[in-house]
């Protein structure tokens, strides 16, 4: 049977079916027509800033993630996974515009999103993307694959879902535009571990190299949290303490079995790197690369 | 959701119910009957569209959104390995039988889990 066989009820007739004539018919940069971001949101500058900090790291990811996707369409060593890669390069220069939009609807000008991103995006966030991007410049198909479909979208299914579980109740145009992505992430890692499944068997000798990638990329990964975690931490106790002198409540979230609205920030973060290490052990397990425990950060 | 219709004491055939080659199902799903196998017929199930749409309008009703904690399966229903949504079938599933995810493209052969439970493995080709 071919290597492509999964793909072949996709096509880019069945792409538009699923996304523009699907989950995002009528939609406005990923969201329902009129909605804004939450007036308190808006009003509150340490909330603010916390937003904009965050949205940074996911134009940050989703920017990796196009530069990847689009350097593979060429790698790509057949028809029906170029015609994929080349739906998912569109599916991400979405992402990297509706989370800009995002920044802007925040407050950043649009001459100031570029240095904005550069002046936030987390250093580590930024090397997880080089050990990607290295792979991808070197047209490396095989860890590309890995190192996008893999490891960066497990990541991101991950970090997308808890961010939906939060935002569902008190961010409403946030939850719509993060769950147009999950329904995107849904095919990046299909194609990731479908593709990357049969590759493998036929290129054994190419596991090492492949684990030693995730590694790399697991060690930047954990990294960011952390730093990402740290920086918002202060912000979320003092909103959490302003809504209980309030008497405002804040609502509860559960994901994975936690409600994140009243757990600390290290309890989060450890339920986060947790989850996205759980799913890349089984991913990668069932497409018989094993799983590299990286360096713990500092 | 479901709605369940007892093959066992209605036999497809014998009550003029639809034969199991009439149930439509996603390009990829197979779900055999052997005769003589000493199984009782498959329950069979009406899908109603769940607001999933990640798919095409025509397939629509064969997935849903797995609600996690307080979700069930039904007998019909497995969730994918892969992206963890719900993918469902007019007929009950069992052990041996191909499923198809079309929002992840995976295809996937169920199984019997430790558990008792049904589950899936992912086919890799």
């Known amino acids: 049977m071919a290597e492509t066989d999964f793909l072949s009820q996709y096509s880019i007739q069945r792409w538009l079916e699923m996304c523009p004539q699907g989950y995002l018919d009528d939609t406005t940069y990923g969201h329902e027509s009129g909605l804004t ?16 900090a965050l949205t940074v790291q996911l ?5 990796a993630a196009l530069a990847a996707s689009s350097g593979l369409v060429n790698a790509a060593p057949d028809h029906a996974s170029k015609a994929f890669l080349a739906t998912q390069t569109l599916d991400e220069a979405r992402h990297v515009e509706i989370f800009t939009r995002r920044l802007i609807d925040l407050g950043v000008k649009e001459e100031d999103v570029d240095s904005t991103v550069n002046d936030l995006a987390n250093p580590n966030l930024v090397k997880f993307a080089e050990v990607l991007l290295e ?24 970090v997308f879902e808890l961010l939906q579980a939060t935002s569902k109740d008190l961010n409403p145009k946030f939850a719509q535009t993060l769950a147009g992505t999950i329904a ?17 068997r036929e290129h054994p000798e190419r596991k090492a190299d492949i684990e030693r990638m995730q590694a790399e990329m697991s060690y930047h990964m954990l990294a960011t949290f952390t730093d990402v975690f ?9 909103e959490r303490q302003a809504a209980a002198a309030e008497g405002r409540d804040l609502g509860s979230a559960e994901w994975h079995g936690t409600d994140v609205m009243a757990a600390s920030t290290d309890d989060i973060e450890a339920l ?8 890349f052990k089984t991913r990668l397990g069932r497409i018989g690369i094993e799983y590299q425990d990286p360096k713990v950060p500092a | 959701m479901s709605k369940a219709t007892d093959e ?56 849903r959104v797995w609600q996690g904690p307080g979700d069930s399966l039904a007998p019909n229903e497995i969730i ?26 995976s295809r996937m052969i169920v199984v019997r889990m430790p558990d008792g439970t049904l589950g899936a493995e992912v086919i890799y080709q």
Request: one cysteine or more; a negative charge; hydrophobic letters at 30%.
């Open chain 1, 37 to 52: 971001e939450p007036e308190d949101l808006l009003a509150n500058d340490d909330l603010r800033e916390a937003s904009i």
């Open chain 1, 59 to 63: 134009i940050a990811g989703e920017r």
């Open chain 1, 135 to 158: 792979k991808v410049g070197n047209g490396d198909f095989i860890a590309g694959v890995v190192g996008q479909n893999i490891v960066l979208e497990g990541m991101a299914f991950s």
């Open chain 1, 184 to 200: 995107d992430e849904r095919r990046h890692v299909g194609f990731g571990e479908n593709r990357i499944g049969s590759l493998i």
């Open chain 1, 230 to 238: 740290r920086g918002s931490g202060p912000t979320m106790d003092r």
């Open chain 1, 272 to 279: 986060l790197a947790g989850t996205v290490i759980n799913e």
């Open chain 2, 8 to 63: 066992q004491t209605a036999p497809a055939e014998e009550q003029g119910n639809r034969p199991a080659a009439a149930y439509e199902s996603v390009p990829g799903t197979v779900q055999p009957d052997e005769p003589g196998d000493g199984q009782a017929p498959r329950r069979t199930y009406e899908l109603e569209d769940t607001g999933f749409r990640e798919v095409p309008k025509r397939w629509r009703k064969f997935y």
């Open chain 2, 80 to 105: 994918c390995p892969v992206c963890k949504v719900v993918i469902r079938s007019h007929r009950e599933f069992r052990p041996g039988d191909r499923a198809y995810c079309m929002p992840c493209m």
